[in-house]
């Protein structure tokens, strides 16, 4: 069973530049949620996907969109980068779309924005 | 304000020392997650918990979901220098439908 895998590990961009952040979910799961980690906080929310569909989203801007694909893997893309969006960006995967559901985390991609 | 309140915000015992640490919500969540996360890598899940009043056992951690599915507490017995991590509680609360984390306790155990 292969877990979570995110790419790439480290990225450092420019404000104001773009950047897409990929994430391959565990085998059998059809479900891929994204969160923004900022230092010495909990991981925050941005959207979920299931079936390649958005199926919720936490509060961030337009700026932050996403992609599933029919093999369930993900893109996390966020346009015109703020200082603010440098942080710890997590896919998670899970069997089941909703709110009672274990999700399994990737090693995240460390985003520097100078 | 956080939906989830994790306490403490920082600990730092001993090895063999027993602790406890606990994760407050004034709403009622249909389950709750516990995580455990190491620097520079992504949460690795504990547990879950479900029925009101549950209790679960990981080896040296007890998990306890409260009566009310409103909080949980961690109880870690005989604290190795392998349990230091930042220790995360997540859950979707039963009127919202999104999963929230808190923001963590941060435990150290020197040997």
């Known amino acids: 069973e292969t877990g979570v895998t995110q790419s790439p590990t480290h990225l450092i961009k420019t404000r104001g530049q773009q950047v897409t952040l990929r994430c391959s979910s565990q085998?059998?799961?059809?479900?891929v949620s994204w969160y923004q980690q900022a230092l010495g906080q909990g991981p925050q929310f941005i959207f979920q996907y299931y079936r390649e569909e958005e199926n919720g989203r936490g509060n961030f801007p337009p700026r932050f969109s996403g992609l599933q694909f029919p093999n369930y893997s993900s893109e996390l893309n966020v346009n015109a980068l703020e200082l603010d969006d440098s942080a710890l960006y997590l896919c998670a995967s899970s069997l089941a779309r909703g709110p009672t559901y274990e999700q399994y985390f990737g090693p995240g991609t460390r985003l520097t924005v100078t | 304000t956080q939906l989830l309140e994790q306490s403490p915000q920082f600990l730092s015992i001993q090895e063999g020392e027993n602790l406890t640490v606990y994760c407050n919500s004034s709403s009622v969540f249909s389950s709750l997650q516990w995580y455990r996360q190491e620097p520079g890598e992504g949460p690795v899940l504990l547990v879950t918990v479900v029925t009101g009043g549950e209790v679960k056992k990981l080896k040296r951690l007890t998990f306890q979901f409260g009566d009310a599915r409103k909080d949980s507490s961690l109880h870690i017995t005989a604290a190795q220098p392998g349990d230091t991590g930042l220790y995360l509680c997540?859950?979707?609360?039963?009127?919202?439908?999104?999963?929230?984390f808190g923001d963590g306790t941060t435990l150290t155990v020197k040997p």
């Open positions: 085998s059998g799961h059809n479900t």
């Open positions: 997540a859950g979707a609360p039963t009127n919202a439908g999104k999963s929230t």
